[in-house]
């Protein structure tokens, strides 16, 4: 209710209801804060449920308290070391717990920081091989002016990558993927290796499908190469999905710091994590592999501390939800939080194999992710964009997209099972996934051509 001249005046019955929300343009007075409030709130309601957003990694859900301490910390500005030393001690001890996770072989001697989201992270991993280069280079006598660097990864790659070597030109080569290389083909990637790269990309968790490249064998190649090459590769590893999932259900799986030419691995915070969106983490292995020219020192209780991250003034509210989960869930309750999301992923790919109509590119062994695409041999007339349409009619955002180039004749989808999917309202999704089938089945009218292969629905 709006007060005026002492009398109320319903939201709804206020002239600024009867406005455009979205100006172009401030207006010349303010208006109230209640009316601001719920007019701004309608405006967003047409956007889908973001619990029903199988798209999206970033978690949609955190616990009243997680909430409620964020929101008490929303003003700390985390690059404001001096001004708050106790949240600068809880991303160190952040830091600190990733590293223990991810086996660095000495805790003493890594370093890292949190990032707005992986692709930060991921900014400041290819940073940190760029400037090792070229150093390195310079000193085996090669004109880096001369010479552009490049760096190597799959072509199932995440578009910050992409990102990082337009902004810093670098140049980027793609290993490309096919039906039978369906993440970095290994046997194939030292060919696009050469004095002038700076390191190779594994991903721990590919976008498209939710593949792992095989890190353990490319460490293996690396190791050969710089037993008979004076240029030294080394790894970074690309897990903003698997990094916090797989260290708690394949904790034997060998893919970090225990290898010893991973050299710095980023994760997001904000997918398996279960933090609320954006906040990421880099952790080099030593302190040697991140070049002096990124680090900068700031005041911090008289002193100074170092800062490598691109973003300056941000809140620090991400970073404390993230320490309230690692302090309030331990190894095993992100285990058990894990575990029941796998199941889920499990469940639902199992009652989507039944149909017999899919053919399946993962089935959540990896991460909880469920990915599929049409078999080409069913007869049936409708496509997963149709599929999509249906899905979303029932309130579920499930994308479809084609794989990349040299694979792009395959439209596959992809279901992303988060913490806050539940067995229940796996159930729930698999019991409208099948009527959405019944549906298109019996339609005389569908809408997207057989012969496209457009991305439908955002797969970040």
Request: one cysteine or more; aromatic letters at 10%; a negative charge.
């Amino acid at each position: 209710m709006l007060k005026n001249n002492n009398q109320d005046i319903p939201v709804f019955g206020s002239l600024f209801s009867d406005e455009e929300v979205l100006l172009s343009s401030l207006r010349t007075e303010p208006i109230s804060s209640n009316i601001a409030y719920r007019l701004l709130k309608d405006q967003l309601i047409d956007e889908g449920n973001a619990r029903q957003n199988l798209a999206t990694f970033c978690q949609t859900y955190m616990e009243p308290e997680a909430s409620l301490l964020m929101s008490e910390t929303m003003e700390k500005n985390a690059i404001d070391k001096s001004e708050y030393p106790q949240t600068a001690e809880v991303e160190k001890a952040c830091v600190a717990i990733l590293s223990d996770l991810w086996q660095a072989p000495d805790k003493l001697h890594t370093i890292g920081t949190s990032t707005v989201g992986s692709s930060e992270a991921c900014m400041l991993a290819g940073l940190a091989m760029k400037f090792r280069w070229r150093k390195l280079a310079a000193e085996r006598g090669i004109d880096v002016k001369m010479c552009q660097p490049n760096l190597v990864i799959s072509s199932g790659y995440q578009v910050c990558w992409e990102k990082f070597c337009v902004y810093w030109d670098v140049e980027l080569r793609e290993v490309p993927m096919d039906k039978t290389h369906l993440n970095l083909d290994t046997d194939r990637v030292l060919d696009y290796v050469d004095e002038n790269t700076i390191g190779i990309v594994g991903i721990l968790g590919i976008t498209y499908t939710g593949k792992f490249d095989d890190i353990l064998k490319l460490d293996s190649i690396v190791s050969e190469y710089n037993q008979h090459n004076t240029h030294q590769l080394v790894i970074h590893v690309d897990a903003a999905s698997g990094g916090m999932f797989t260290p708690f259900v394949e904790p034997d799986r060998l893919w970090d710091f225990r290898l010893e030419n991973v050299v710095s691995i980023n994760t997001s915070g904000h997918k398996y994590g279960l933090v609320y969106p954006g906040v990421g983490w880099i952790i080099w292995r030593d302190k040697k592999y991140l070049p002096e020219e990124l680090i900068f020192e700031v005041s911090y209780l008289g002193g100074s501390m170092p800062t490598m991250a691109i973003n300056f003034s941000r809140s620090a509210s991400q970073i404390i939800g993230q320490y309230y989960n690692f302090y309030r869930f331990g190894f095993n309750g992100y285990l058990d939080i894990h575990l029941r999301t796998q199941e889920v992923a499990k469940d639902i790919a199992s009652a989507i194999e039944e149909t017999q109509l899919f053919e399946m590119y993962n089935t959540g062994e990896t991460i909880p992710i469920v990915c599929y695409a049409l078999k080409k041999d069913t007869g049936i007339q409708w496509t997963l964009y149709d599929l999509a349409d249906r899905l979303q009619m029932r309130g579920w955002q499930v994308p479809a997209y084609p794989l990349p180039k040299n694979l792009d004749d395959i439209v596959v989808q992809r279901i992303v099972c988060r913490a806050d999917l539940g067995k229940n309202r796996g159930i729930a999704f698999i019991n409208d996934f099948k009527e959405c089938i019944e549906e298109l089945n019996q339609a005389h009218i569908l809408f997207h051509d057989k012969r496209n292969k457009d991305t439908y629905g955002f797969t970040h």
